[in-house]
């Protein structure tokens, strides 16, 4: 989808709706459900603090990726080539690596969501998730179409998962004392690392952005617009968490004990009984489907630059993808090993990519001359680059210990 002189400002309006949401949703997956519950029950109204940092870090990180490769109209992996010729290449290989094996995960989970709400086995629920997915992408206003069901899914889990939160009665004045104040701010340092890396890692940072690119909302003239846009796309996930976070926490509050098999689950049924286990099951699957698309169309978009067929038939290599993902669920299941080693490669992405970024936000060659980044903002992204090289460390290290055992 590329501007034209036809395009009217309600299908640029959804197409920013779409970029946010792709963002936003593609952060929102079957990890993020059980991080953010097993973390809440872990640290309970401190682990506010975590939220709050990785979210200052998120925004940071983001502003730098949707502001760059718009003003460029690059997508990241050309930003990166022009600063670092082959870096581009090296990236996108993380990336879509990363983004098969965590689409295993996610088809994992569509199959799992629809076991709990109709009660098919996982195996074919997953199947027939993908086939609907698939079914988005045969159309052909499929961009348009995808824009919408991104935004529909995002609302339908953050009207749940509200709706859960308030069911839960949570301590929120405790927790919104322990978010400036928390019991130890050092124990949590992993998991604000675990939800940056969640939240921004791989190809979730480039996803609104490289949709914006290929929209043509792009240039100095819609800089506003899209720091407007990354921002909204942060604050979006950062609502979702924020909601899972209290009904996680209103749950353990009462005494009760997440299920170490599915936390977020139990968060739902303890709440909401029966009920409650069948709208886990929805929000599921609206993260599982949301991330499949996201994390399909966003490596896809990575793989531009090695041969200019690719982006003329994106739908149909968008397609492949997913059912490449499908067919090795379908086979063998989820590859511990590969996910493990996939995971450790795509770490590697945000610190190297956000350095590529910072170092083309000074070179008018790539962003013109006319464009000045401000230099809190190129702060912001060396503390999210700093953030994100931790976790590398880390990732490193529990891939160590993994492989010896």
């Known amino acids: 989808m590329h501007p034209t002189a036809s395009a009217t400002p309600a299908s640029q309006r959804n197409v920013l709706r779409g970029a946010i949401f792709i963002m936003a949703t593609s952060s929102i ?5 059980t991080q953010t519950s097993l973390f809440t029950e872990k640290y309970l109204a401190s682990f506010a603090f975590a939220i709050v940092i990785s979210l200052l870090i998120d925004i940071g990180a983001q502003l730098n990726i949707w502001r760059i490769i718009t003003v460029a109209n690059l997508r990241g992996q050309d930003v990166a080539n022009r600063v670092l010729p082959g870096i581009g290449h090296l990236i996108s290989a993380f990336i879509v690596l990363g983004g098969i094996a965590f689409n295993i995960g996610n088809i994992g989970g569509a199959g799992l969501a629809m076991n709990v709400i109709f009660g098919v086995p996982p195996v074919l629920g997953s199947l027939i998730a993908a086939v609907l997915i698939i079914g988005i992408f045969l159309l052909r206003n499929a961009k348009g179409v995808m824009d919408s069901v991104m935004q529909v899914l995002g609302l339908v889990m ?22 400036i104040n928390p019991d130890d701010p050092l124990v949590l340092l992993l998991p604000i690392v675990t939800l940056v890396g969640g939240t921004v890692g791989g190809y979730i940072s480039f996803s609104g952005g490289h949709r914006l690119v290929e929209a043509g909302i792009t240039g100095v003239e819609n800089v506003g617009v899209v720091t407007r846009a990354a921002v909204t796309g942060i604050a979006t996930t950062g609502v979702v968490r924020i909601c899972l976070f209290l009904a996680a926490l209103g749950v353990v509050s009462q005494g009760m004990a997440l299920d170490a098999g599915n936390p977020a689950a139990s968060v739902f049924s303890h709440s909401m009984g029966t009920i409650g286990y069948k709208m886990f099951g929805i929000v599921l699957l609206a993260a599982s489907v949301s991330s499949v698309i996201g994390a399909a169309y966003t490596s896809v ?8 067929s690719i982006q003329r038939h994106n739908q149909r290599m968008v397609i492949a993808f997913i059912a490449c993902s499908t067919l ?14 996939a995971g450790t490669l795509n770490a590697l992405v945000l610190p190297l990519a956000l350095a590529c970024i910072l170092w083309a936000a000074k070179k008018p060659g790539i962003v013109g001359s006319e464009y000045r980044h401000p230099t809190w903002m190129l702060v912001f992204g060396l503390l999210a680059m700093a953030a994100t090289a931790v976790g590398v460390v ?3 290290n529990a891939f160590v210990q993994f492989w010896q055992s």
């Open 29 to 33: 997956g079957p990890a993020f459900l």
């Open 158 to 179: 953050l009207c749940m998962i509200g709706y859960a939160m308030l069911q839960s009665s949570p301590p929120v004045m405790e927790a919104l004392s322990r978010s």
């Open 301 to 308: 978009t990575f793989m531009y630059s090695l041969h200019e």
């Open 328 to 341: 090795i669920y379908g086979l063998v299941g989820q590859p511990v090993k590969v996910l493990v080693v």
């Open 394 to 396: 880390m990732s490193f």
